[in-house]
Every structure is written in structure tokens, then in C-alpha cells.
């Protein structure tokens, strides 16, 4: 495919020396977190943090992600699949189709080079937004939000959640680390992140059911009285009708077959 440079972010990139693949693939950047490794042969896949001066003496960050032969099989290519990244820099700009809101890309390309399959995805950074299980655990260490605060946050990820499903997606990786919120004055915004193992799921519940149930699982710190207030907005109804109702108890048994399945190790 062709190399995707954002018209904003053209010129900055080229000033920088950037706007080309080897620059961005040599760049020495600290790691976000451990790299990923596995589907491909000795795949990786890392996420690391630029930090760009801009005239003014302004600052801006940007989310550097750089894989190798880190693939995933497609129904288009069932046995040598795609990078990752492909996936996901595709999925992001189908969400902003949508109006679903999400990051924005800067940056995408890849090569085939002796070592294999490269992809290098460029993202900005949420600047503002912090993900929602650092907020658990800052619930956890000095107490909740306040009443107000809180059924905002909740109407807000409900709300994306619903719209993302009404528009026949499945995220499939729906864990608090992947909602990133940002709470100014009385507005709330929740952004989704992690877009490479989106699915297309038109038809049927399995949609909700996953995704939901994946999220609610892991959440923390989430009363009766919040998690009912979430499924109401999610579902558009003042008190939970039949349809609400049924697809909770689907939630609930599929909560409680994958817990038989594998204890839960810590928040993933």
C-alpha cells in the first residue's frame, strides 16, 4: 500500500527529518510498554513515545508503533495474513468514517525487507485522556467521583459503546486500558483505542455480548447501581425492558463460562 502522511501533519514531519520509513524505523525511543511477540515468525510488535519541539517552543507527542513480521490471517490473505498495524490504521480512519471518536493518524507504511514484513503506524498522542483503568485505580486509592462526575463518565462510555455496536462493530479487545477519558469542567469525552482486532459483526448479539461482557469483567470499582445505570443508557431505556433484560442474563452467562474457563490473572 502507499505511505499515509496526514495533510497537518506533512510538513511538520518533513521538517523534521521524519516524513520517510527508515527515519521513523531508526528512531532510538523509549518503550511504552513490553513488546508484543508471537503471530509471525520471531514477530514483534513495540510501542514507543516522540516527543516533537514545534515553533513557539511548543511541544507535541506522538505514539510511534513499529512491528516485524507481526501478522494477523484475514479471509483476503487466510495464510500469510497482514501486519497488524494495517489492520488497525484501516480501522481507525472506518471508525472516523463513522463518527466514532478515536485517535488520530499521523503516519503509515510498510515494506518488505530482509528481515521480513515491517509497518510503522504514527498516532497523536491523547493529550488530556487517560485510560479508564488508571481511573479505577486512582478510585480505589482516594476514593470516587462525585455522583454528577460519574454518571457523566458512565452515560459518555455507554453512549460510544452503543453507537460503536449500532454500527455493526465489535471492538474485541473492549478492556478499561482501551477507553480513554477526558473529563473537563461538566463534559465528559471517551475515545477508543487498540482498533486492530475490530470486527465487522452486522448481524446477531455476539457483538454486545463480547464486547460487554470483556469490559465489565474487568472493570473495578463499578457499583450494581453503576453497571445497571450503563446498561440502560447503552441499551436507550429508562428502566430495562425484555430485550435489555435478556441481553444481561446473555452477559451474565457468558461471564460466568469464561470465568469457569480461566481465572482471571489481573487487569488486562
Not at 511538520?12 to 515468525?41: C, H, M, V, Y
Not at 491523547?126 to 476514593?143: D, R, V
Amino acid at each position: 500500500m502507499d505511505n499515509y502522511i496526514s495533510p497537518k501533519w506533512h510538513q511538520i514531519l518533513a521538517e523534521k527529518g521524519l516524513s520517510d520509513f527508515d527515519a521513523l524505523w531508526n528512531l532510538q525511543l523509549k518503550l511504552l510498554d513490553r513488546p508484543n511477540t508471537g503471530r509471525g515468525s520471531g514477530g514483534w510488535s513495540a510501542v514507543t513515545l516522540l516527543t516533537l519541539e514545534l515553533p513557539g517552543g511548543r511541544e507535541k507527542r506522538l505514539i510511534v508503533k513499529r512491528q516485524q513480521n507481526h501478522t494477523s490471517r484475514t479471509v483476503r490473505h487466510p495464510f500469510r495474513g497482514v501486519p497488524t498495524f494495517e489492520k488497525e490504521f484501516y480501522n481507525i480512519q472506518h471508525y472516523k468514517r463513522l463518527g466514532i471518536p478515536t485517535i488520530e493518524p499521523v503516519y503509515y507504511a510498510q515494506r518488505n525487507s530482509p528481515d521480513g514484513t515491517q509497518a510503522v503506524l504514527v498516532t497523536e498522542y491523547l493529550e488530556g485522556y487517560q485510560p479508564l483503568n488508571e481511573l479505577e485505580t486512582t478510585w480505589q486509592e482516594h476514593g470516587r467521583l462525585d455522583r454528577a462526575e460519574l454518571n457523566r463518565l458512565i452515560k459518555a462510555m455507554a453512549s460510544l459503546i452503543g453507537k460503536l455496536h449500532s454500527k455493526g462493530l465489535q471492538h474485541n479487545s473492549l478492556y478499561p486500558k482501551h477507553l480513554f477519558i477526558q473529563q473537563e469542567g461538566d463534559k465528559t469525552r471517551v475515545k477508543l483505542i487498540d482498533l486492530e482486532t475490530t470486527k465487522r459483526r452486522p448481524f446477531g448479539n455476539w457483538r454486545r455480548i463480547r464486547d460487554l461482557e470483556s469490559l465489565h469483567r474487568r472493570a473495578r470499582g463499578w457499583s450494581r447501581i453503576d453497571r445497571l445505570r450503563f446498561y440502560k443508557t447503552y441499551c436507550d431505556v429508562e428502566c430495562l425492558d425484555k430485550n435489555a433484560k435478556r441481553l444481561c442474563r446473555q452477559i451474565i452467562r457468558h461471564n460466568r463460562k469464561k470465568l469457569r474457563q480461566k481465572p482471571e490473572t489481573g487487569n488486562q
